[in-house]
Structure formats: structure tokens, C-alpha cells
């Protein structure tokens, strides 16, 4: 994570046809590395499947019924179709956060506010589409005005802040964790060279003592129980606002 604080370095940029330009940033690269690796994964877990299945099928199909029961479970048996999206959101996230780890070029997708708010103005696009979709457009305006008129300011600002909160949040931590990893590791460096800096061997005093291991356990924090973490909730923020745009048919008819 190595920047982190200072956004993504521009690893390329090239002009396409003359019309406009473009630039391949580390936010870049590893959303696209994360989109391709998730793409394989599914095509050869999800090939050959068989009636008595493998152990692999079974693993797959036990994740595969968890994750749908968790979507059921939140958004209502009438919305188990929102299962794969749901599904594709929070590997998108958990990897994109992880594949920093990989070290190098590769930096933490999660890290840019331009992934989380993407997923959260989508997340806004799906709500307010199946929200016009049941109540019409002129009841989806009517919607701001309730439960009394004098609220509708409050309830435009709550409409604009959802999907603000919803990627701050994900990038605050993501971002907020990395910068501070990178801060103790330099601080972990500095202490080495000072406890070292009495041993005459100049071999010895450029080990960096301190940091080796400690870094490793704070990378599981930040990394992957932070990612997993903020990936769930951003997924179940997702279910609970689009599944409350999606109520039963039973539901929506009577609004009707």
C-alpha cells in the first residue's frame, strides 16, 4: 500500500484515435486484473457439474446456497434473483481490496473513492429504478413529500447522501487502513535503524528488524478481516435499500 495517501500513480496513458485521452492508473490495472481473475474463476468452478458432485461442486454449491440465503433472507424470496450481482459486488470488493497485498504496482481497488462511489451511484440508480417502476414517476416524486410536505428537503438530502455515505464509508476504511500500515511500517523502519545503529557490522544494521512479522499481522487486520468486513456491509446496505424499492407484488399492488 505503499502511496496509498497520495491516490493512484498513472502507470500509462495513451490517446484514443486523437479523439480523447487516457490513463491506466494502479485503480485501473487492478480493478481490471480482479474482473478477469473473478470471470476465470467462474467459468471453471461453474463447468462439468455433475449429479453426484465433486468436492469441489459441493463447495461451490454450498457458497453458491449461502449467499442466497443471506439475499432471501434480506431482500425477500421475490428478489433471490438480485443473488448474482450481490454475489459479483462483494468478490469484486474482497479482491479488490486483497490484490494490494500482491505488492508492486497493485494497489487496493476499494482504495479509490471512484470504485466505491461507481458501486453506490449503481446501487442508487437500481433504487430509484424500481422505485419509479412500482410507484410511477409522479408517486416517486410524491415519495419525497412524505409523511408531510416541510419534510422534503430532509428527505432530497437523505436521497443525495445515501450513496455518499455508502462509498465514503468503504473508502474511508480501506484507504484509512492502508495509509495507516504504511505509517507503522515506516515508523517500524526507523526504530530498527536506531536500535541497530550501534552494531558495527553494516550488514547487521541494514536488517530491518522490526519489520519483519509485525507488518504481516497488521495486513490481516487491514487487509483482509477490514476488507471482508466493509465488503459485507456494503453488500447488505445494498440488499436493505434496494430490497426496500423491491417490496412483495402483493405489496407494490396495493401502494397502487
Not at 2 to 29: A, C, K, M
Not at 41 to 67: D, I, W
Not at 96 to 120: E, K, N, Q
Request: aromatic share 12%.
Amino acid at each position: 500500500m505503499e502511496g496509498i495517501g497520495n491516490g493512484p500513480r498513472i502507470l500509462l496513458e495513451f490517446s484514443f484515435f486523437g479523439l480523447f485521452d487516457v490513463s491506466i492508473t494502479q485503480t485501473v490495472l487492478s480493478s481490471f486484473l480482479v474482473m478477469i481473475a473473478l470471470i476465470i474463476a467462474s467459468s471453471v468452478l461453474g463447468k462439468n457439474l455433475q449429479k453426484r458432485p465433486t468436492r469441489r461442486q459441493v463447495l461451490v454449491e454450498k457458497g453458491v446456497t449461502v449467499l442466497r440465503d443471506l439475499v432471501v433472507g434480506t431482500m425477500g424470496e421475490h428478489n433471490a434473483h438480485f443473488t448474482p450481482y450481490i454475489g459479483a459486488l462483494f468478490c469484486s470488493s474482497v479482491f479488490g481490496t486483497l490484490i494490494s497485498m500482491l505488492g508492486g504496482v497493485f494497489r487496493s481497488a476499494t482504495a479509490d473513492l471512484s470504485t466505491t462511489i461507481t458501486w453506490a451511484l449503481v446501487t442508487t440508480g437500481m433504487v430509484w429504478y424500481h422505485n419509479i417502476k412500482n410507484n410511477g414517476f409522479l408517486g416517486w416524486l410524491k415519495g419525497f413529500t412524505e409523511p408531510v410536505v416541510v419534510m422534503t428537503p430532509m428527505n432530497v438530502i437523505s436521497e443525495i447522501a445515501q450513496p455518499i455515505s455508502m462509498s465514503f464509508r468503504h473508502f474511508g476504511n480501506i484507504a484509512g487502513g492502508g495509509v495507516l500500515t504504511s505509517l507503522i511500517y515506516g515508523a517500524l523502519g526507523a526504530l530498527s535503524s536506531f536500535v541497530l545503529r550501534w552494531i558495527p557490522n553494516e550488514i547487521i544494521r541494514q536488517i530491518p528488524l522490526f519489520q519483519v512479522g509485525i507488518p504481516a499481522f497488521l495486513s490481516i487486520y487491514f487487509d483482509l478481516f477490514s476488507g471482508f468486513i466493509q465488503a459485507l456491509v456494503f453488500c447488505m446496505l445494498t440488499m436493505v435499500y434496494v430490497g426496500a424499492a423491491c417490496p412483495p407484488p402483493a405489496e407494490a399492488s396495493a401502494k397502487q
